[in-house]
């Protein structure tokens, strides 16, 4: 059956070459029959529970279920095809009834809370204590105590939550796939840099059509917002970015306003049938914060403190508009193009004039040497089938040895869901046989190389993309460094959510050091680094509208806590009405009315944020105190690329996994508690 089926077939990496759609109904579903025959040998088991003939075969047969459907998770997020997404949706019914029956299982609760109650359970390493309370936490919150007619009723709220927010997130990427504006003339298009209007030229040329296509993938249509001096183009291309999978859109059909307001209904009932009062207490259950009331109550506070900056951004930035720009009443669709006017003015340079200095070869090694340099491993290029031609592979290794390895997949292209992300495509453990190494997919969506008159470029990114790319690898480094040999809180498993951001937005901070970027840019057509002086003027403009780009975090992640703490799904009260009473409280940039963000926010509809999206605030307090650690160094030695440091942030937080607390693993780390001033000090609002 294994060379039948690539799914089935877990002997090393995914097969991804032979795989296909109508692979995935008969492996799930002999993984699905496997895995109930193991649990109903479980079941019957008369021999006291021990970790070695209860967890571990429970182990070995869920770990195949989830690496294989994570296969098609990940295939159906990449290269979206009506037969992969028709798989996939025909099969995550049968998924999510059997993890809500395994959460629901009374006899395997019952084998947790005898391994718990032990009188050995002191004596377990601190993983398996963990793995088993965690196992406890979440047979609670799977609904296992429930009488059986909620059971029922719990399991299907599970299975309507999965398939609506697959739903969300594929109304999302059509309407993005589907969306073109076509440019015939360039003089529409001044101020384009000449790279995003090569590559709009290539996507026209692409579908037979003269001019310039773009489109609302973010590489297409961010360019036209920040650069285009055309008024109206930069009109048409928001309407049609901040509409999208509304009622507003192109075609109703991809409308996600139902999907969110049922959504946010089965999520309450969820949290009512388990004895909580809304979704945003469920939520936090697993989460190192205690209570709704705690999130918004440190939101607010850090809304205060930015509100003041904030204001002068804006202040600043209209007067600029209506100065040097002609533009007296700053509309949504200008705040991009003014403020990179205003930052060139103020700063002497672009972010174009940047970005020509930062090729996707020379950002990649220049990543992989500041990891090569802080934790001590060789990065080398490694061989694996993949399912497109520009996925890169690559394996870590330490003294020779292998220690885990990660897919690169850079490029946006239709088919593939927007955004950035970490997933876990092989996990660390112990078996039988020795060491399974951990496998990362980390995926981006940059531009791709062009041709330019003829003679081929390479991917130049932004710093804000490299600037993304350190935070994926964070995530990367998080699942691949890790010393766990459980697989439950091995690398980002079993982490508090609103810890995991913590190594991603820690390895953030790297993209503004000097001596990293000296070794990490090369100007595209002379090769020459970033100068000295430019750089010191990025640094400068760091901290630039730094106020209004907190606000706007703090206003999704208050609205996020609102809708699954206060709003009432049946009541008079819509999405829409929420987001507006947040918006009133603490932004002070109030877009257009036709704007539904909400209805392209995948984080939380679609994307396991929410009641959760906080968390990359929450986790940005401790990745700014853990970098301070480096910053500290680097006032002795001169840098921050420190061995002893990286050491340290390595055993006690990277290698730990979930294996304990987060809290537990800054401690060790920085000796205390985590403090806000760092935050403060890297945005620029403190004293």
Same mark, same amino acid.
């Given at each position: 059956?294994?060379?039948?089926?690539?799914?089935?077939?877990?002997?090393?990496?995914?097969?991804?070459?032979?795989?296909?759609? =109508?692979?995935?109904?008969?492996?799930?579903?002999?993984?699905?029959?496997?895995?109930?025959?193991?649990?109903?040998?479980?079941?019957?088991?008369?021999?006291?529970?021990?970790?070695?003939?209860?967890?571990?075969?429970?182990?070995?047969?869920?770990?195949?279920?989830?690496?294989?459907?994570?296969?098609?998770?990940?295939?159906?997020?990449?290269?979206?095809?009506?037969?992969?997404?028709?798989?996939?949706?025909?099969?995550?019914?049968?998924?999510?009834?059997?993890?809500?029956?395994?959460?629901?299982?009374?006899?395997?609760?019952?084998?947790?809370?005898?391994?718990?109650?032990?009188?050995?359970?002191?004596?377990?390493?601190?993983?398996?204590?963990?793995?088993?309370?965690?196992?406890?936490? @979440?047979?609670?919150?799977? !609904?296992?105590?429930?009488?059986?007619?909620?059971?029922?009723?719990?399991?299907?709220?599970?299975?309507?939550?999965?398939?609506?927010?697959?739903?969300?997130?594929?109304?999302?990427?059509?309407?993005?796939?589907?969306?073109?504006?076509?440019?015939?003339?360039?003089?529409?298009?001044?101020?384009?840099?000449?790279?995003?209007?090569?590559?709009?030229?290539?996507?026209?040329?692409? @579908?037979?059509?003269?001019?310039?296509?773009?489109?609302?993938?973010?590489?297409?249509?961010?360019?036209?917002?920040?650069?285009?001096?055309?008024? %109206?183009?930069?009109?048409?291309?928001?309407?049609?970015?901040?509409?999208?999978?509304?009622?507003?859109?192109?075609?109703?059909?991809?409308?996600?306003?139902?999907?969110?307001?049922?959504?946010?209904?089965?999520?309450? /009932?969820?949290?009512?049938?388990?004895?909580?009062?809304?979704?945003?207490?469920?939520?936090?259950?697993?989460?190192?914060?205690?209570?709704?009331?705690?999130?918004?109550?440190?939101?607010?506070?850090?809304? %205060?403190?930015?509100?003041?900056?904030?204001?002068?951004?804006?202040?600043?930035?209209?007067?600029?508009?209506?100065?040097?720009?002609?533009?007296?009443?700053?509309?949504?669709?200008?705040?991009?193009?003014?403020?990179?006017?205003?930052?060139?003015?103020?700063?002497?340079?672009?972010?174009?004039?940047?970005? =020509?200095?930062?090729?996707?070869?020379?950002?990649?090694?220049?990543?992989?040497?500041?990891?090569?340099?802080?934790?001590?491993?060789?990065?080398?290029?490694?061989?694996?089938?993949?399912?497109?031609?520009?996925?890169?592979?690559?394996?870590?290794?330490?003294?020779? =040895?292998?220690?885990?390895?990660?897919?690169?997949?850079?490029?946006?292209?239709? $088919?593939?869901?927007?955004?950035?992300?970490?997933?876990?495509?092989?996990?660390?453990?112990?078996?039988?046989?020795?060491?399974?190494?951990?496998?990362?997919?980390?995926?981006?969506?940059?531009?791709?190389?062009?041709?330019?008159?003829?003679?081929?470029?390479?991917?130049?990114? %932004?710093?804000?993309?490299?600037?993304?790319?350190?935070?994926?690898?964070?995530? $990367?480094?998080?699942?691949?460094?890790?010393?766990?040999?459980?697989?439950?809180?091995?690398?980002?498993?079993?982490?508090?959510?609103?810890?995991?951001?913590?190594?991603?937005?820690?390895?953030?901070?790297?993209?503004?050091?000097?001596?990293?970027?000296?070794?990490?840019?090369?100007?595209?057509?002379?090769?020459?680094?970033?100068?000295?002086?430019?750089?010191?003027?990025?640094?400068?403009?760091?901290?630039?509208?730094?106020?209004?780009?907190?606000?706007?975090?703090?206003?999704?992640?208050?609205?996020?806590?609102?809708?699954?703490?206060?709003?009432?799904?049946?009541?008079?009260?819509?999405?829409?009405?929420?987001?507006?009473?947040?918006?009133?409280?603490?932004?002070?940039?109030?877009?257009?009315?036709?704007?539904?963000?909400?209805?392209?926010?995948?984080?939380?509809? %679609?994307?396991?944020?929410?009641? !959760?999206?906080?968390?990359?605030?929450?986790? /940005?307090?401790?990745?700014?105190?853990?970098?301070?650690?480096?910053? =500290?160094?680097?006032?002795?030695?001169?840098?921050?690329?420190?061995?002893?440091?990286?050491?340290?942030?390595?055993?006690?937080?990277?290698?730990? !996994?979930?294996?304990?607390?987060?809290?537990?693993?800054?401690?060790?780390?920085?000796?205390?508690?985590?403090?806000?001033?760092?935050?403060?000090?890297?945005? !620029?609002?403190?004293?």
């Amino acid at each position: 059956m294994t060379q039948d089926n690539p799914l089935l077939d877990f002997s090393d990496l995914p097969r991804f070459a032979d795989i296909r759609a =109508e692979h995935v109904g008969p492996a799930i579903a002999a993984l699905l029959e496997e895995n109930r025959a193991v649990i109903a040998e479980l079941e019957k088991n008369a021999v006291p529970v021990t970790w070695d003939n209860f967890v571990e075969p429970l182990d070995n047969a869920t770990e195949k279920l989830g690496r294989a459907w994570g296969i098609v998770g990940h295939l159906n997020a990449v290269v979206d095809t009506p037969e992969m997404r028709a798989a996939y949706n025909e099969n995550q019914p049968a998924i999510t009834e059997f993890w809500t029956e395994l959460g629901q299982n009374l006899s395997l609760f019952a084998n947790y809370k005898a391994l718990k109650n032990a009188a050995d359970f002191a004596d377990l390493p601190q993983a398996r204590q963990t793995i088993i309370q965690n196992a406890l936490r @979440d047979f609670r919150l799977s !609904g296992a105590e429930l009488p059986e007619a909620q059971k029922q009723r719990y399991a299907d709220i599970q299975e309507q939550q999965a398939a609506l927010s697959t739903k969300f997130s594929e109304n999302l990427l059509d309407a993005t796939n589907d969306y073109g504006l076509f440019i015939e003339d360039a003089a529409d298009l001044k101020g384009l840099p000449e790279d995003i209007l090569q590559a709009a030229k290539t996507a026209a040329e692409a @579908d037979e059509k003269n001019g310039y296509k773009f489109t609302l993938h973010f590489p297409s249509y961010y360019p036209l917002l920040q650069y285009a001096e055309n008024r %109206s183009i930069r009109e048409t291309i928001y309407r049609a970015s901040v509409t999208k999978a509304s009622e507003l859109g192109a075609k109703t059909e991809w409308d996600n306003s139902n999907i969110m307001s049922d959504l946010l209904r089965l999520r309450k /009932e969820e949290a009512e049938l388990l004895g909580y009062k809304n979704f945003a207490e469920v939520s936090l259950v697993s989460k190192m914060a205690e209570s709704p009331a705690q999130v918004s109550q440190f939101l607010e506070d850090l809304a %205060s403190r930015a509100r003041p900056y904030a204001e002068k951004d804006l202040e600043e930035l209209r007067a600029f508009a209506a100065e040097q720009l002609g533009i007296v009443e700053l509309q949504a669709w200008d705040y991009a193009f003014a403020s990179e006017k205003l930052r060139q003015q103020r700063y002497a340079f672009s972010e174009q004039e940047v970005k =020509e200095y930062f090729p996707e070869h020379k950002v990649v090694d220049g990543l992989f040497r500041v990891i090569q340099t802080l934790f001590a491993v060789d990065i080398k290029t490694d061989q694996a089938t993949t399912w497109h031609k520009d996925v890169k592979f690559y394996r870590l290794e330490r003294n020779g =040895e292998l220690i885990g390895q990660f897919y690169l997949d850079l490029y946006a292209r239709n $088919g593939k869901r927007g955004g950035a992300w970490m997933d876990d495509a092989r996990g660390r453990r112990l078996t039988g046989t020795g060491i399974q190494t951990p496998v990362a997919y980390l995926t981006c969506n940059f531009s791709a190389p062009v041709s330019i008159n003829g003679v081929s470029k390479p991917a130049l990114f %932004s710093h804000d993309e490299v600037i993304t790319l350190f935070h994926e690898f964070g995530h $990367g480094l998080h699942h691949l460094l890790t010393k766990v040999d459980d697989l439950s809180v091995s690398g980002i498993s079993g982490v508090e959510w609103d810890a995991v951001e913590l190594p991603s937005q820690f390895m953030e901070n790297f993209c503004w050091e000097w001596d990293v970027l000296q070794h990490m840019t090369a100007h595209v057509d002379t090769g020459a680094a970033l100068p000295r002086a430019l750089f010191d003027k990025m640094i400068a403009a760091k901290n630039f509208q730094s106020g209004l780009q907190t606000l706007r975090q703090v206003e999704f992640s208050l609205f996020d806590m609102r809708l699954h703490d206060a709003f009432d799904p049946q009541g008079t009260q819509t999405v829409q009405d929420i987001l507006q009473v947040v918006r009133s409280q603490v932004a002070v940039l109030h877009p257009p009315a036709f704007n539904r963000f909400q209805h392209s926010f995948s984080h939380i509809f %679609s994307g396991g944020y929410a009641a !959760g999206y906080y968390s990359y605030k929450w986790a /940005e307090v401790l990745s700014a105190d853990a970098y301070a650690a480096f910053e =500290e160094h680097a006032r002795e030695a001169g840098s921050t690329l420190s061995r002893a440091v990286g050491e340290r942030f390595q055993t006690a937080v990277l290698e730990a !996994g979930g294996s304990r607390p987060a809290l537990a693993s800054f401690k060790a780390f920085r000796g205390r508690e985590p403090v806000i001033d760092a935050l403060l000090r890297h945005n !620029g609002m403190s004293a």
